[in-house]
């Protein structure tokens, strides 16, 4: 299985982070924009050396992995591209990204182009009493695990963009959803 000349000839192949997936939704590769991505971002063991022939369902947290398989399941399915929005923001940009799917022969072609990019907003660090707010007596915080917004303990509807939350380690992190990416990815 190899990308189509077609996506390597494309601008796309030099900006946007493209892969191919087997029938088992394995990696089977990744052009240079995915390595670029990783390193940009922090991401440790996600090289394409690294990930080739594992299971992308293995770095999906629980709370969305019912999302994802029915989107790959559609795809592959489904004439044509299929495509659905997403976050992808760090501690320093606030980013949405699509996926978008083309079925193979033999698999998946999955493409992801930046929609939007802006910079975070520079707060200041957060106080102890500020951090009670959403680190349990038991160090546990729970993260949207699509837009990455930490849950206030004492409400269930709020949730809240904090940066700092992401680089943090002195705390746990329990993946959920909030009510905005709840309704968005199973509404």
């Not at 089977?28 to 594992?54: L, M, Q, T, Y």
């Not at 629980?62 to 989107?71: C, G, I, N, S």
């Not at 160090?139 to 930490?150: E, H, L, P, Q, S």
Request: aromatic share 12%; hydrophobic share 35%.
């Amino acid at each position: 299985m190899s990308f189509p000349s077609w996506m390597v000839e494309s601008d796309a192949w030099r900006t946007d982070t493209v892969y191919l997936l087997d029938d088992e939704l394995r990696f089977v590769d990744c052009n240079p924009a995915w390595d670029a991505f990783a390193a940009e971002n922090n991401g440790h063991g996600i090289s394409c050396a690294e990930i080739k022939g594992r299971l992308i369902l293995d770095f999906v947290p629980d709370v969305l992995r019912t999302f994802y398989v029915h989107k790959f399941w559609f795809a592959r399915r489904a004439p044509g591209w299929t495509h659905f929005d997403y976050d992808c923001s760090s501690p320093e940009k606030i980013r949405l990204i699509r996926m978008a799917m083309m079925p193979l022969e033999d698999g998946l072609l999955v493409s992801n182009h930046l929609r939007v990019e802006e910079a975070c907003e520079v707060r200041p660090p957060l106080t102890t009493e500020e951090s009670s707010h959403y680190i349990s007596s038991t160090g546990i915080a729970v993260m949207c695990a699509n837009c990455r917004k930490t849950k206030r303990l004492e409400s269930d509807e709020q949730w809240d963009w904090i940066p700092e939350m992401l680089r943090r380690d002195n705390f746990k992190v329990s993946h959920g959803l909030c009510p905005r990416c709840s309704g968005y990815l199973y509404g």
